[in-house]
């Protein structure tokens, strides 16, 4: 069974940032896609960033050049630096992980972004 734990969620004023992190344990095959979606109430969740096994990237137009996602193939573990944030980065950050056609999701962490 595969599970996903995020860590790394809190309050950040405005203009500073976090960086979240997501382990996945369990069976995990080598091909997969792992990302980070974000959730407020009332919205659907949106997809933030994704990152390959091989390492390409895709990021929302909403953080390009503010977040960076990373993994470690090694660990399988996927990681989100989030700079320059801003009041409307504000949501529970859900980590996601893809393969083989299932999609597995993470308990989600909250990020506020408040002064």
């Known amino acids: 069974q595969v599970q996903l734990v995020e860590s790394g969620g809190g309050l950040v004023q405005p203009g500073g940032s976090l960086r979240l992190s997501c382990a996945a344990s369990?069976?995990?095959?080598?091909?997969?896609?792992m990302g980070w979606y974000r959730q407020t109430p009332g919205k659907q969740r949106e997809l933030v960033a994704t990152?390959?096994?091989?390492?390409?990237?895709t990021y929302a137009d909403s953080v390009k050049g503010r977040f960076t996602i990373s993994r470690d193939n090694t660990k399988n573990t996927v990681s989100l630096q989030t700079n320059s944030l801003k009041p409307e980065d504000t949501a529970v950050y859900y980590c996601?992980?893809?393969?083989?056609?299932?999609?597995?999701w993470g308990q989600g962490t909250q990020v506020t972004v408040s002064s």
């Open positions: 996601k992980l893809m393969m083989r056609g299932q999609s597995y």
């Open positions: 369990g069976s995990i095959f080598s091909f997969n896609i």
């Open positions: 990152i390959t096994s091989g390492g390409s990237t």
